[in-house]
């Protein structure tokens, strides 16, 4: 199934965030909206989730519960474990045991296993980021959606997160909301870049990316040059 | 500098405050000169241990501890169950507002006079100390309610957490340390209240009723005794509520 927004407007007050976005985001990909900051790109990822319904527009394939949203900040519980943290969000799915057991497993694959009972303020940026992407591939949804969230991250630890959420994504094969500001990081990312506009945003260019992965690295050339590309359709 | 020496520096610092309170009294009795209007302290320290060792005071403190703490309990079931709904919900707030604010500005005096009139000498001070501490631990949950961080509340919300746990395992974790201060208002406003109470209703065995005894022989040193033994209760839960405080805080880290 295939998503997508058609002249979605959505504004606060005076201020015109999104001014009339077409975009379509196809099923079992990685589209990466690329934009200035404050453009809007939380505001998209917010309507998506279901989070903001006062918007005009259509909103095609997403709603409340479809998606799993991994948000700019961790968004952790500091008082549960890294592992109840996971779990609270299956428990509409599935009995307390069973929830336990697929935290457990989510945690695991993203390298947490020993930390599984720990809580996020013992835990790393890194951790905590790795978390958070536990808690949104354990979650069962349609479609990830992702709010700049590797952008808090030194390089070292923002590549090897990057790198687990390629890995997740590609072996679960749901589709994949990224908004970001950083262009190395939607090359690094994205099998589809979207750029839009400063506000009110607008769709202004959409690159299907044919780079191969070991391209994509932020010391790539091939990168750099697609770099280019891209920054001259964020500043025309 | 290390922890334990600002420890043990802020414990010096207290048992030199208690010195220089104890050396003004000492100062203040010797410049009066009269027992009656301000007995010395160490006149007050051996009316204390006289009046400890009678038959009747454990039975009095006993009592009025009793007291106290059915009015903290009951104050805190009324108060964290009202404050939670008036912190989930704005319509049970405004519903709730009216009597919080009547209660709130009536003196504690006009509530136990009528507490008199309605209930024998033994629930006058519980139901007073009730009526004056609810609504302060009603509006100390709601405020903890209320302060969950919204961020983690919409996070929860794209997830469909459903409301209940919403309620249970976010909302009510982040009033935590809120339930602690209101607790330790509650229980020090309890003491206070339940002794008025009871130095005006004169139940049978009770600390007020001690201390007012006291006063009707003009028995000063003896009414600061009574009035000792109310700050030592009150001193002895602050302090365990301190605790308490710490573990919470601990436990939402």
Known sequence: MGYEVKGLAKSFGELRVLGGLDLEFPAGRVTVVLGPSGC????????????????????LGFGPGKASYVFQEDRLMPWMSAMDNVALVLRRFMDRDHAMATAEEALAAVGLHGSRGSKPGAMSGGMRRRVALARAFAYPSEVLLLDEPFSSLDLRTRISVMDLFLDLRE????????????VREAIYLGSRIATLSDKPAKTRDVFDLTLAKEDRGFASRAAASFEARLYESILS | MMPGTRTSRAKADAVLAVAVLAAVWKLGSMAIGADIVLPAPERVLSTLLRVASDDGFAAALSATALRGLASFGISMA???????AAGLSDRCRAMLAPALTVTRATPVLAIILLAMIWFPSGIVPVFSAVVMAFPVAVADVAAGVRSTDPRLLDMARSFGVPARDIAARIRFPSAAPHLASAAR?????????????????????????????????????????????????????????????????WATK
């Open chain 1, 171 to 182: 072996r679960d094969g749901r589709s994949a909301v990224v908004v970001t500001h950083d």
């Open chain 2, 78 to 84: 009324l108060g964290v169950s009202l404050g939670f």
């Open chain 2, 185 to 249: 208002n509650v229980i020090g406003l309890s003491w206070k209240v339940v002794v008025a109470g009871e130095v005006l209703s004169q139940p049978a065995r009770a600390v007020g009723t001690g201390m007012q005894n006291a006063r009707v022989m003009l028995e000063t040193a003896e009414v600061f005794a009574w009035v000792t033994v109310g700050i030592l209760l009150c001193a002895v839960s602050d302090a365990l509520f301190d605790l308490l405080s710490r573990r919470l805080s």
């Open chain 1, 40 to 59: 809007g790109k939380t505001s998209l990822l917010n309507i998506l989730a279901g989070l903001d319904e006062d918007y005009s527009g259509e909103v």
